[in-house]
């Protein structure tokens, strides 16, 4: 059976490079087919799945899957998608050499997780395996920055619609959280959005009203010490930097 999936991921990259090699109206024309033929191939990769897979397996099935449009996926796809590239980057060793599959994967990871924290943590955890102070851990850095303000978006939007009072300060501290990890540009203007939307909610106690404002100034701090040397050295030389700390 390895032999086989072995011989199937030839098969596959042969495929891909047909495909990339057809010119846009060949392509159109052969749409159909080409999709029929990818199927194929993936079904016959699950089945041949080796028992005692490598990383480099796990990423056979995370790439064939990425290459299939969106609607050719059924659910039984994702989930199996979805298990594949979590443990290609569980399993894939921090080698400069393999950083080009942590991108691909890093990259398709909203699309193939179930929920934007799910994506986030598996983008940290890839940017582990990656070399620091290269063009392609800058690439993937904000690839998870991105993923990290989709998941603040589901947080605050979770935040706002919980019923129970304590659970929804401590959604919105989880909300919070989330801020230093978002595009540090966006950082002050998303946590200006969190606060209008708890204010009202710490104003209903009187805990919650003189809570608020150390809570405010907490993570204005927090922030501001999150964002990288050139930018709070601009902040610094603002003649208003007294607003970036308070709200």
Known sequence: ??????????????????????????AGFDRLVDAQRLREIVDALRKNFPKNATPGDEYTMHFAYAQMSPDARTEKDMADWRKHIKKFIND?????????????????LPEACATTGEAFNYGLRALRLLPKKTPIFASCEKEVQKMALSDFHTLLDKANQETNYQKQIKAYDRALARLTDIPPGSRYKYMYECLHAMAPVYGRTDWGKVEF????????????KSLPPEMQTIIRNQKNKKDWYYC
Do not use: W, Y
């Not at 199937?8 to 090699?21: A, M, Y």
């Not at 894939?92 to 398709?108: I, T």
């Not at 404002?213 to 204005?220: E, V, W």
């Open 1 to 26: 059976m390895s032999e086989d999936f072995q011989r199937l991921k030839g098969e596959l990259t042969e495929f891909c490079r047909q495909v990339r090699e057809k010119d846009e109206l060949a």
């Open 92 to 108: 894939c060793p921090a080698e400069p050499k393999l950083a080009g599959r942590v991108a691909h994967a890093v990259k398709h």
């Open 213 to 224: 404002p150390h809570k405010r100034r907490l993570i204005s701090n927090r922030i501001f």
